[in-house]
């Protein structure tokens, strides 16, 4: 996460540019301290995505309590062929795609449809992340060229130059990890950056039985709270603070009331913590809570609400034979 460089890697067939500076360290410091100055308190979960955090968020992908990505891959195979070839000659952008398993996928159902290029535009937090997916993507795939950008999405999803159509991908269901206002507020504002014939393949985790969301996010190898933890390694670095994981025990659980999974880390006991960006010391009595993330499942009627509030024309709503994921492509008109 560089906020300080506007950097721009270029490697054969692959540029990736770095705006996070235009965010910058002050802002992004001062986000940070007021998250954990005010009550309740909270970090937000897009620190979670430093290098040791991508690569321990793909480690939970694998493991057999963690139903989302393998849902969504499953019903994202079935439909890439007819996809393909309606969006054969759309650039594909991705907001943040983490690995780049899933892409995969799109790009291999493809193959047989005669494309001879394709742009790849990866918008991630991530810089790192970016280039290791795109060296791996240009070695598989000879006619792809990757364009992609360290962003912050959520206040700089601005529009990219491009003459051709757009194929947005946003999968993972990571739009649940805003409140329901704030992801109204950022599917319009990327609605207002598609343009005509435009489609977006949004993925969205559903409502499902409660032991099942339990136990993906509270997995028996303690994956998921390693990851949850390693987001004060992020904090550290960026505000100078001395926080120490073991300090913190995870905690997932879900609200019905609110249709969400939330996450959070909780002191084990009474503890002080310093940052020369702290007025004094962050005291933090045993129990207090730090909320990371939060996780929301959705239903039709919140899919519906989406096409309405975005303006986007739902065309289609793909599921899994359980019923517990949703793939929903959606077509600016």
């Not at 899933?102 to 937090?125: H, Q």
């Not at 060229?145 to 159509?165: C, K, L, N, T, W």
């Not at 990327?190 to 997995?219: E, F, R, T, W």
Request: with cysteine; aromatic share 10%.
């Amino acid at each position: 996460m560089n906020y300080v460089n506007q950097d721009t890697v270029t490697l054969n067939r692959i540029s990736i540019t770095n705006l996070l500076q235009e965010i910058g360290p002050e802002e992004v410091r001062m986000e940070i301290v007021n998250g954990l100055m005010t009550e309740p308190k909270s970090i937000s979960s897009k620190y979670f995505y430093n290098r040791e955090g991508s690569l321990l968020f793909e480690e939970i992908t694998r493991l057999e309590e963690y139903y989302p990505t393998r849902t969504e891959k499953e019903i994202l195979k079935q439909i890439a062929p007819a996809l393909m070839r309606t969006c054969r000659s759309y650039d594909i952008i991705e907001l943040g795609p983490g690995d780049h398993s899933k892409i995969s996928i799109l790009l291999n159902a493809g193959r047989g449809m005669k494309l001879t290029s394709i742009r790849y535009l990866p918008l991630d937090i991530s810089q790192p992340a970016i280039r290791d997916s795109a060296e791996s993507l240009v070695n598989d795939f000879p006619n792809l060229h990757v364009e992609g950008y360290a962003v912050d999405f959520m206040s700089q999803f601005e529009p990219i130059s491009r003459e051709q159509p757009a194929l947005v991908c946003f999968f993972g269901s990571t739009i649940g990890n805003f409140t329901w206002n704030e992801s109204l507020t950022l599917l319009k504002n990327i609605s207002l950056q598609m343009k005509q014939g435009d489609v977006l393949l949004l993925g969205m985790d559903l409502v499902k039985p409660k032991k099942v969301l339990h136990a993906a996010y509270n997995d028996a190898r303690g994956v998921t709270a390693s990851f949850n933890r390693n987001i004060l390694n992020t904090v550290n670095k960026l505000i100078q603070s001395d926080f120490q994981t073991s300090d913190f025990e995870h905690l997932a659980f879900f609200s019905e009331e609110k249709s969400r999974i939330e996450m959070h880390l909780v002191a084990r006991h009474d503890l002080s913590v310093h940052s020369p960006y702290f007025k004094g010391e962050l005291l933090l009595e045993k129990g207090t809570s730090i909320h990371t993330e939060y996780s929301h499942k959705y239903n039709s009627g919140h899919i519906q609400e989406i096409a309405e509030v975005s303006g986007l024309k739902l065309n289609q709503t793909h599921l899994d034979e359980r019923g517990w994921f949703a793939l929903t492509e959606f077509q600016k008109t």
